[in-house]
């Protein structure tokens, strides 16, 4: 069950390259729970793939951990990268690869929110949607110097299969930059490229059929774009009654990502979540992606624990199967971008004429310059 599987800890001391004072760390996920796909790990040095065996050893279970861990090579659920990211000679989380195509990275002096996917395929489509699974990894030995990590990864479904490479660079932001190669089996109608996954499930802005204790809770609170002549676009995001499609038609979109913006801990209230301290993520495609949409996704969730928003680029033509699709966009974990001029600091909503309060709505924008801390 749940439990069990947290109290199978990675023991710290036999983590890849705890001995060779790297600028990283590497950890191993065991296999079991919701994470029951064997996953193949190798390392890459002097350009030669070594293959990462699994052992028992590698783990301290816990008291109600009450099967012993098997003793053959079963691989491994994922992986997760440490490094001194908030303070030299400490060593914390930086990235984590695990479930599917799932992966999720912050910044300095952040907390875990959102998380990001390989590829997303057939969101809300009424067959269910289909998830591909990064099947193995190749991480490349750090160089003792460097503050750069690179990650292979094959990712593989029943539509397609694809290679990627990420490079990563810790810092505020956390940058990566992804590489990406798709080969299609059949045609992909609604393909989603660099889509991030995140939570919303209450604010201020219209809190009063939600009995919480809490003023807002959400990991991002919209969803930001810049299109192809550079005009932004921010939407508010929203917890709604049925699942709602937004599709922003664009050419040559410039940026988009969901984002945290209110980063005042009086908003939430809420010392253990650190909503506060969520990661923004923000995708900029290199090149020109042509013609398409950015889709935002909001499904109903009557819990907080529930990734109820999706965002991503869906190009306006199929992809056919047989072809070979390559693309490249930057990632940062961070604080957002940092545009020029005004950004919308909240969104409120309210009564607006006592005399006929169901007839009239008042809405409020409150607008911030850059760079100054929204609260």
Do not use: C
């Not at 710290?12 to 065991?30: R, S, V």
């Not at 890459?44 to 699994?54: E, M």
């Not at 013609?291 to 109903?300: K, R």
């Amino acid at each position: 069950n749940y439990d069990q599987y947290q109290a199978i800890y990675f023991n710290p001391d036999a983590a890849i390259w705890a001995k060779d004072d790297l600028p990283f760390h590497m950890q191993l996920f065991h296999r079991g729970f919701y994470f029951k796909d064997k996953i193949e790990v190798a390392t890459v040095s002097d350009g030669q793939a070594h293959h990462l065996a699994y052992s028992p050893d590698m783990y301290q279970p816990g008291a109600i951990v009450t099967q012993p861990l098997p003793k053959e090579d079963i691989g491994f659920a994922g992986l997760r990268i440490h490094g001194p990211i908030n303070q030299p000679g400490v060593f914390d989380e930086i990235v984590v690869f695990q479930g599917a195509s799932y992966f999720r990275s912050l910044g300095k002096g952040q907390a875990y929110g959102i998380s990001a996917r390989g590829l997303a395929l057939k969101v809300g489509a009424p067959e269910g949607e289909e998830f591909p699974i990064f099947r193995a990894f190749w991480v490349e030995k750090p160089v003792k110097e460097s503050d750069v990590l690179v990650i292979h990864a094959l990712l593989d479904s029943q539509s397609l299969t694809g290679a990627y490479r990420f490079t990563i660079r810790p810092g505020l932001p956390t940058a990566m930059d992804v590489e990406t190669t798709l080969f299609p089996r059949v045609d992909l109608d609604s393909a989603g490229l660099a889509p991030g996954t995140s939570m919303f499930y209450f604010d201020g802005n219209g809190r009063e059929n939600f009995d919480d204790w809490r003023p807002a809770v959400h990991d991002s609170d919209g969803l930001l774009m810049v299109n192809g002549k550079g005009e932004r676009i921010w939407r508010p995001l929203a917890n709604p009654k049925n699942l709602q499609f937004s599709a922003f038609v664009d050419s040559g979109v410039r940026g988009f990502g969901l984002l945290q913006r209110d980063r005042n801990y009086d908003s939430y209230d809420d010392y253990h979540a650190a909503y506060d301290r969520r990661p923004s993520l923000w995708v900029e495609p290199v090149g020109d992606w042509g013609q398409g949409s950015v889709v935002l996704v909001e499904i109903p969730s009557e819990s907080a624990v529930n990734d109820n928003i999706v965002a991503y680029w869906q190009p306006k033509d199929p992809i056919r199967a047989g072809s070979e699709f390559a693309y490249a966009y930057h990632m940062a974990w961070g604080n957002g971008p940092d545009v020029p001029g005004l950004v919308v600091a909240s969104t409120r909503r309210g009564r607006g004429d006592l005399k006929h309060p169901s007839a009239i709505r008042r809405f409020v924008l409150d607008y911030v310059p850059t760079g100054v801390s929204i609260t």
